[in-house]
Each structure stands twice: as structure tokens, then as C-alpha cells.
């Protein structure tokens, strides 16, 4: 069996053309949905992130803010910025670029940032909601993952899912969004005794592990989607996931690419999350105006 491959680039472009054309209607309300994201340090990876988010928001017109901070910042500095961003009319999302420098205490930051304002789906009470399955911001890695599953058909319900990697921002979320749509659902990570033994079993694999093509054709069965999560670089420095692409390919009866899987996925959702939230301010400031 060769895999179908699963295309995020045409699907993440589907999305940004739908998002483009709600911005549109928006604008006409005079409303620019307006995005601040926020970099501290000079990661190289973080700033090529950082931009494709800015340059995304301005070719689907919307307004983004770059704010770019030395590593040396203090924490209190960052919550002063985001506290200024929470009660800024203009911005509809804020997005702090992770990983923080050490002195920086992550938690304190994303709990900082006004809820209806957490694109990132982060904060306590977005993941809260996620959890009893109450409307919130999905966070964009996980949310994307579940675009392509069910733009191929791929119903999970009733499919034995397997979750490798539990990090609050892939692993974790996934699996709950899979749960959601009824699929039996198990979480590997790096203590799991017999990895093989339990992705041999899984209807659907979700590779979040961060180590380059860790995941061969002897991980899968026959037949199993996989979606690969990671964004590595092999031996040769070149671009690469978690799994095996060449390999697994010739077992799985859909696999993503890296790159072009679910990576341009991310940006698609950040996108619409960011839309979403402007949206809301709309219909909440058309209510106060019906009182
Ligand atoms: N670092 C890696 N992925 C992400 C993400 O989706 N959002 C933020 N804020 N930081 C990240």
C-alpha cells in the first residue's frame, strides 16, 4: 500500500481564502481584526515563526504588531506589554512566542493574557473549556490536525488513536480533540516501556515526539494515518518530522509531509482564531448597542 498524501498547504490555503473574505465583510463594519504577537529572544526558528504569522495576518488584511524584545527582559517588563495589549481596542489575539528565557516564568505570562484574547488557546480557562468540551479557542496545532483528518474523511470515532508526545501545546490537546470526536485514545511519551507495542495497534498515529524520522514502517500496521507534528532537521540539515516519510509511506494509508503536513495548518488556524476573536467583539458591541 502507498499513502495518500495529505496536502496542508492546499487545505491551510482553502481556510486563509475563507478567513480573507470574512476579514473583508468585517472591514466594512470598520473593524480590522488585529493580532500582537510577541518575541523575546533571538531564537532563530521563533523568528522565522514569528514572521510567517505577521506576514500571513498582512496578506489576509489584517493588522499585526511585531513587538521583538532582547532575551534580557524582565518578566514585569512582559506583563506590562501584555496587560497594555489585553486592554487595547485594536488587538483581537495576542500570541507570546514560546519557548520564554529562563527568568521568564511561561505560566505567569500566558494566564496574564486576557482569555478572550488567547488565540494560542493557552491559557488555563481555554484549556479548561477544551477539556469539558465547552467553545473555545482550540489551540492551532491540535485544531489543525483535526482540519486534514476530517477534509480526508478520516472519521476518528471508534479508531484507536496513539498520541506519541504529551506536551501541553501538541500531545495533550490532541488527544482530547480526538476523544471529543469518540476515538479511543492513548498517550505515549518518552517513558513508555514498548512504544512499537503500541503504535502496532493504532487506527491513527499522531507523531509529537521531536526527534527526527524516529517513527519507522515497523512502528505502524498496515493501513494506519499518520500525522507527523515534528519539524526537524536531519543529518544533511535538511527539513524532516518524526517519522519516516519514505518508509512509513509505503505502509500508511494517509500520511502528512514535512513539509506541507500540518505545519502550514498552524498559521491557517492562527489566522481564523485571530478572526474568530474579532468577530466576537462585533457581535458583542452590536448587543450593547440593542440594549
Ligand atoms: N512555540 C511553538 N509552537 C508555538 C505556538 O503554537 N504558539 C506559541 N505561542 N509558541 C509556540
Given at each position: 500500500m502507498t499513502a495518500e ?149 478520516i472519521?476518528?470515532?471508534?479508531k484507536h488513536?496513539v ?33 512499537k507495542a503500541m503504535t502496532q495497534q493504532a487506527d491513527i498515529i ?9 517513527i519507522g514502517a515497523d512502528h505502524i500496521k498496515e493501513g494506519a494515518v499518520v ?16 517519522v519516516d516519510f519514505e518508509a512509513v509511506r509505503e505502509r500508511a494509508s494517509f500520511i ?36
Amino acid at each position: 500500500m502507498t499513502a495518500e498524501l495529505i496536502d496542508g498547504k492546499a487545505v491551510s490555503l482553502k481556510i486563509k481564502e475563507r478567513v480573507q473574505q470574512r476579514v473583508e465583510k468585517l472591514k466594512t463594519n470598520g473593524i480590522t481584526p488585529g493580532l500582537s504577537v510577541i518575541l523575546v529572544g533571538d531564537d532563530s526558528a521563533s523568528q522565522t515563526y514569528v514572521k510567517n504569522k505577521k506576514k500571513t495576518c498582512e496578506s489576509l488584511g489584517m493588522r499585526s504588531d511585531l513587538h521583538l524584545y532582547p532575551a534580557s527582559l524582565t518578566e514585569q517588563e512582559l506583563l506590562k506589554k501584555i496587560d497594555e495589549l489585553n486592554n487595547d481596542p485594536d488587538i483581537h489575539g495576542i500570541l507570546v512566542q514560546l519557548p520564554l528565557p529562563a527568568q521568564i516564568d511561561e505560566f505567569k505570562i500566558i494566564t496574564a493574557i486576557a482569555p478572550e484574547k488567547d488565540v494560542d488557546g493557552f491559557h488555563p480557562i481555554s484549556v479548561g473549556n477544551l477539556m469539558i468540551g465547552k467553545d473555545t479557542f482550540l489551540p492551532c496545532t491540535p485544531h489543525g490536525v483535526m482540519v486534514l483528518l476530517e477534509h480526508y474523511g478520516i472519521d476518528p470515532a471508534g479508531k484507536h488513536a496513539v498520541v506519541i508526545g504529551r506536551s501541553n501545546i501538541v500531545g495533550k490537546p490532541v488527544g482530547q480533540l480526538l476523544l471529543q470526536k469518540d476515538a479511543t485514545v492513548t498517550y505515549c511519551h518518552s517513558k513508555t516501556p514498548d512504544l512499537k507495542a503500541m503504535t502496532q495497534q493504532a487506527d491513527i498515529i499522531i507523531a509529537a515526539i521531536g526527534r527526527a524520522k524516529f517513527i519507522g514502517a515497523d512502528h505502524i500496521k498496515e493501513g494506519a494515518v499518520v500525522i507527523d507534528v515534528g519539524m526537524n532537521r536531519d543529518e544533511n540539515g535538511k527539513l524532516c518530522g518524526d517519522v519516516d516519510f519514505e518508509a512509513v509511506r509505503e505502509r500508511a494509508s494517509f500520511i502528512t509531509p514535512v513539509p506541507g503536513g500540518v505545519g502550514p495548518m498552524t498559521i491557517a488556524m492562527l489566522m481564523e482564531n485571530t478572526l474568530l476573536s474579532a468577530e466576537k467583539g462585533l457581535s458583542k458591541d452590536k448587543a450593547s448597542e440593542s440594549v
